[in-house]
T-cell receptor, first 115, second 114 residues
């Protein structure tokens, strides 16, 4: 079946540094990618929607300058957490939308810890 | 606006017991999809089912069954003869036709006690 490969699965970074998370669709083209954030024991909160070749659409309250999303190709979308702080520590998940018939394929998630 | 409510935050049952996870939704859309996902401790989301709003037939897949009732805006999920491997967080989700965004419930953490 279709797979979205998300890397890294875990990352620890120092406060003030930037971290890039990649989601790569294997064997299919992802025109739309959703990025979610999940705090411990909480639900998935949609951060932004990215479409290949255009600017991402951010949900209300999400800082677009802090969470940079790039969807430069049909198989790769990236989320960069810039100048990370401890409060950015969270679980980040991407999801590729494959149309009405196939629905969503989720990445395996990235656990970010900022120290 | 859409909303999905999973009132049960945590449930624990002994292995082999049946368990039902509740999901109640709100939407103004007349056509929509409902979903259930499983999130095991590893974190990835596993798709379980998608049901569209004009198909109220109940569905059974092995030990899993789903009861969709439009009259009560509910889409409940039952696991029969639960197993330890069923331990996970389960999310109910909703999206309208023509809108790609999913609205997730708050999830129910299910623990199966051996």
């Amino acid at each position: 079946g279709a797979v979205v490969s998300q890397h890294p699965s875990r990352v620890i970074c120092k406060s003030g540094t930037s971290v890039k998370i990649e989601c790569r669709s294997l064997d299919f083209q992802a025109t739309t990618m959703f990025w979610y954030r999940q705090f411990p024991k909480q639900s998935l909160m949609l951060m932004a929607t990215s479409n290949e070749g255009s600017k991402a659409t951010y949900e209300q309250g999400v800082e677009k300058d802090k969470f940079l999303i790039n969807h430069a190709s049909l198989t790769l979308s990236t989320l960069t957490v810039t100048s990370a702080h401890p409060e950015d520590s969270s679980f980040y998940i991407c999801s590729a939308y494959r149309g009405e018939l196939y629905g969503y394929t989720f990445g395996s998630g990235t656990r970010l810890t900022v120290v | 606006a859409q909303k999905v409510t999973q009132a049960q935050t945590e449930i624990s049952v002994v292995e082999k017991e049946d368990v039902t996870l509740d999901c109640v939704y709100e939407t103004r859309d007349t056509t929509y999809y409902l979903f259930w996902y499983k999130q095991p401790p590893s974190g990835e989301l596993v798709f379980l089912i998608r049901r569209n709003s004009f198909d109220e037939q109940n569905e059974i897949s092995g030990r899993y069954s789903w009861n969709f009732q439009k009259s009560t805006s509910s889409f409940n999920f039952t696991i029969t003869a639960s197993q330890v491997v069923d331990s996970a967080v389960y999310f109910c989700a909703l999206r309208a036709f023509g809108n790609e965004k999913l609205t997730f419930g708050t999830g129910t953490r299910l623990t199966i006690i051996p």
